[in-house]
């Protein structure tokens, strides 16, 4: 009897009955240590043999308190702070967290500050792109795909600590401006990569728009329908595979108003739609790079602040993953009463959880990275049991 | 462009209702953000819809029950548990996941309990920058240069009016220890802080300004010696309210900064115009002419309190013999007759100054404007040990005073014109109570000099008035308490030059804002602030465009115009160039 | 298969992507944010400055005792102290920092 109390907890098998059949399930955990995850997330799946019945979700196991940890240092110094909520979309915290702020200190911005910090925001989506397409082709067990897509993603770093100063975290957004500068030569190298990025990818376009064995795994699978997407409050990728077309940089923030582009939207809401989104916004961010290159006027590069953060302000930005929300509260003195960062990965949950039920255990992998889970940025629940275990 | 937010309030009855409004016209439900706010939780719902941020917020109670909106919103799970957890709310009718058949988990302990924020750490003050603490005055020195900046002028004015009522004076006359203090000094270029301030008091203008005075107090209290000591604290005294009259012996105001300053360094204009204008502002008296013979029966004259600030105005004799001859004249005194009784005496065509203080500088320099031609400056240790200010003994290398070093007089040998005296080289020996080397006399090194006149300018000497009841030190000076500057005589405080010797124009205000303070006080009243490090937000420099500007120099009179008149040598900043300059300064008082 | 095989030829003779690191290292780009060398205490004049700018807080700086104690281990190579010192007294070079087994803190003191 004990054994079984055991096992229910763990994992292990229950019975149900529904009106007059009994039927048996499965419960196993998947994660929080696993090859395929990038990062720990817990779900436990009721099994029914080899089909997929319901999920669960336990997140919180990076937690770091950044929220609390805000609130005791002076604003500027929050920037760096802030940049470490997750190392693949780091340029976008800061940028979210500057936004934020310095609609409460008042200040503007200057022009060129803006289209640069637009062409490292595109930087970092495409560095994270790359690094998903690498993750998938990886869990599907292409592992040569793998290989050359993070081939590619070194230029994109070698661009990252050549203008930013450091291969994984630029911090160059401070607030009221930025901290370096491109210019000249670096200019001129920068527009190369990108041209010679473009011609790596139109050399693995054929594997992932025609090749039949990557079909195969990814078309028909975990599907999202349009009003799913709406109700569930999915963001990003996740949604616009499903149809919606919501993009917050349409929003205009930045220097996003100038420049001219569509986001980009696929009808079918299975993977292999989410795939296909973000591999056709790998060649809109270089579009948006070398037109903001062409149109970014002269001029200074920071603006000072002249007073302390006072009253609140909501930010958001399109992150690679989705929608990045930041509420800053502050209070007439140098430090902040309160930061809340939303990240667009505890939005896409909640879609994943029911996008799992009816498909098979050997498709869970590619359905949970289909959502692309940074689960750094989550850090923050924990959900305890009665008998206070996890 | 800005996302638009829209705000909405809500208490606990309509929370429900609201959410079904909002499903019902499709907004996006993004996250929940709980703050701790010491008696109660404030909860905010943010919701999206059409690129607009909608806030329902809601307060709510440490030990009330919030109802969840899973019901309407069943991807809000994860938020609702997320401030369950940390912030221990109640809150009823959550699903743990998104309705499912799985984890029917009742209510959940807590076990770990994240601390809210209790309140916000204060933010640190400014710092008192160096330039600042080395101002004898305590002057605000950042702050004004700060205002210069940002061009505002009138403001920076009355920063300094808050410890030093005599800008224009000091813009000329201050020996500036705060550009020693300065950061920049290391790179010799420290911000030209005292022509800034003189700057200012030019562009203000010289003139009564309308400055409130306290309400009468009816004490009276009598000042002797219209010093900048005096001066200064008849004029703070009279600001807070108090009824002051001020004695002094010489026929106008100013005490040393009258009768010692030269013209082309301080124009007499300027400080009797300065002077009017603050005593008229604190409606002061002013008794001038008027010595005070014996104190003893001035005391008894029912004043509440007495400051006594007589100065230091009698030489140091040099102990040699044959002093007393007619050609070698004291320096104070030939000061004295040029300032005060506006005589040219005739000195000839070669002088020498004995000493190496600020007077010596000054006596030469005036040699030079009645018609010496060759002034030469003998001093008895070597140029790094000289008292004098480096701008005084620059400025009188510049005009072809000459020095030398390392000589001390041993006797006056006489002689009519010229006459002759006698001198003995010095070596350097072991450092004595001043801390420099003492000077010991090379035997049988002693020349002779022939000059026109000899000036004595070794030294001064404190001098109270005749007393018998004030306990005076064995050099003269009064003995005071130093936090007090009260004397033995209760009711009677002392402070400048005639408690602490010879010093500078600078330290005698600040002894005299300090006096003011605390005869305030002793009479009953709250005295003056302090220097305040308020909260205001400095804003920090560029440091690049910062690093690349240089000093601006001033323009100075042509060398060969300066010895033919008394007229100013330094002519001041331009308002351009003084913004420029204040832009430099580096803003040491800042601090996060 | 047969559109893979000019890519799989070209993978297959040229040479690899990777580098062999502990034999060859990389060197850094001249504007990699690398390791902060050195405090001269020559040109410091104990201003405080780089202590209250530094994120981490891995500056402290004793002005009684002229000494400034840097933690590189805290540091997180943000260069905020590089940019704003005003006596231009710290210095960094493009280099990583080494790892090491155990954590040490770096003391400047006047030189005399």
Redesign the interface.
Known sequence: MKLLERLKDVGGVIG?SEGKTTRKYT?FPFGPQHPVLPEPIQL?F?VDEEKI?????N?GYVHR?IE?AC????Y??NV??CERVCGICNFMHALCYCMALE?LVDVEVPERAQYLRVIWAELNRLESHLLWLGLLADAMGFESLFMQFW?DR?IVM?LQ???G??RVII?TCVVGGV??DISGQ?AEHFKESMLELKRRMD?LA??ILKDSAFKKRTVGKGFLSYDDA????AVGPTARGSGVAKDIR????QAY?HLKFEPVVEKDGDVYARTLVRFYEVYQAIDLILEAFKIMPEGKI?V?????PEGE????VEQPRG?L?Y?V?G?G??????V?I?TPT??N???L??MLPGYEVADIPVIVLSIDPCIACTE???????D?RR | MATQVVDVFVDKANLIPKIYELAASKARFITITCKDVGDFFEVIYHFEEDLKVINVRIKIGKNEVLPSITTVYPCAFLAENEIKDMFNLNIVGLNPDLGGKLLKTAEATQTTLLKPAVGVQPPKFRVKARCAQQCPAGIDVPRYVRLISQEKYMEAFQTILEKAPFPAILGRVCFAPCEEGCRQAKNGQPISIRLLKRFVADYVGIKKLNIKKSKSTGKKIAIVGAGPAGLTAAYYLGLLGHEVTVFDELPKPGGAMFAYIPEYRLPKKILEAEVNARMEEAEVELKLKRKIENLDTFLDEGYDAVFIATGAHQDVRLGIEGEEHPKVLNCLQLLREVNVHGKKPKLGEKVVVIGGGNSAMDAARVSLRLGAKDVTVFYRRTRKEMPASPREVEEAEAEGVKFEFLVAPSKVLGGSSPVKMEFIRMKLGAPDASGRPRPEPIPGSEFTVEADTFIKAIGQVATAPKTSKLKLDRRGQIEVNPETLETNIRGVFAGGDVVTGPASVTEAIGAGWKAANIIDRFLGGRGLKEYELAEELIPRIDVKEVLELSKVPVKLLPVEERIKSFDEVELGYSIDEAVREAKRCWRCDWYE | MVRMLPNILKNLFSKPATVKHPFIKREPFPEHRGRIIVFDMEKCDLCQDCERLCPPAAIKVDPEAKTITYDPYKCIYCHVCVENCLQRAIKAEPAYQPPAYQKQLVYHKPEK
Not at chain 1, 53 to 57: E, G, I, Q, Y
Not at chain 1, 230 to 233: A, Q, R, S, T
Not at chain 1, 313 to 316: K, N, S, Y
Not at chain 1, 380 to 386: A, D, H, L, T, V
Request: proline share 4%.
């Open positions: 149900m419960i436990r009721m019945v319901d999920a669960s979700v997140v308190g609390r609130e005791l240092n002076d500027q110094r760096y702070l609609k081939r070194e070698d600590e050549r203008t100063g450091n911090s901290r370096r670096l050399k054929p594997v709406l109700k569930l409050g349409l929003e205009g923030y108003k920071a000072k602040p002249e007073k302390w302000a909501v930010a958001r929608e929300f509420y509260k209070n003195t140098n430090r902040l009463e309160r809340k939303r505890l939005a949950i909640p879609s959880l029911a923050r629940i924990i959900n305890i049991r009665k206070g």
